[in-house]
Nanobody, 119 residues
Framework: QVQLVESGGGLVQPGGSLRLSCTAS????????MGWYRQAPGKQRELVAH???????IYADSVKGRFSISRDNAGNTVYLQMNSLKPEDTAIYYC?????????????WGQGTQVIASS
């Protein structure tokens, strides 16, 4: 089993910055990719950013140029640097990871961290 632990959410004024972190631990064979999703009240969960084991990144159009995803050298921790936050970025942010195991590929989710951009 794999656990994802997120941190870094909070309340920030519009235009401010936050940095989210997510660390995977447990029975890890190989992490194929990690990313962040978010879900605002009354809306579906959506992809924010994703980074593969090879370092390829993708971003939602709504966050391009403002958010940056990165990972540590060990590859078990992923970060989301969020700049120029807008009220519409307010949501619960969930960490996500894809893992290779000898029994197949598995997907895991964190419990979520709240981000509120409001004055």
């Amino acid at each position: 089993q794999v656990q994802l632990v997120e941190s870094g959410g909070g309340l920030v004024q519009p235009g401010g910055s936050l940095r989210l972190s997510c660390t995977a631990s447990g029975n890890i064979f190989s992490i194929l990719g990690m990313g962040w999703y978010r879900q605002a009240p009354g809306k579906q969960r959506e992809l924010v950013a994703h980074i593969t084991s090879g370092g390829t990144t993708i971003y939602a159009d709504s966050v391009k140029g403002r958010f940056s995803i990165s990972r540590d050298n060990a590859g078990n921790t992923v970060y989301l640097q969020m700049n120029s936050l807008k009220p519409e970025d307010t949501a619960i942010y969930y960490c996500n990871s894809f893992h290779w195991t000898p029994r197949g590929d598995y997907e895991y989710w964190g419990q979520g961290t709240q981000v509120i951009a409001s004055s």
